[in-house]
């Protein structure tokens, strides 16, 4: 299920508190609707493409032996993987207004107790 997070200002219902800053909760909202768009584009709608991708005869085109999924460090992310390129488009947007409004992000793993595996 998708959870639409929304908060309030009663002064200006356009921002939120987060720490000492406050952020457009209309923005925010966006970069979470299009990261989880692209999450689901990537590994529901195009799965099939998205393991092809990433067989061993394959991986290397996508993600260089010093790249990870995240930062592939390729110089060509889009290589003949088009929902890629929003994913980690609307990943790095998304960390990026995180970052920039101190939004926290909680562990969801603290102390290692809930660990699933």
Known sequence: AIVRFTAKNATNPTKIKSGKSSYDSAKF????SSFIAS????????WEHTKSCLTEESIDSFISPSGNF???????E???WANRVGFLNSYRNLRDF?????IQITEPFPDNS???F
């Open 29 to 32: 909202e966006n970069l979470v």
């Open 39 to 46: 999450m689901e584009f990537i590994f529901d709608w195009d």
């Open 70 to 76: 995240l930062n592939p460090n390729v110089k060509n």
């Open 78 to 80: 889009g290589n003949n």
């Open 98 to 102: 995180v970052n920039e409004n101190n």
């Open 114 to 116: 809930d660990l699933p």
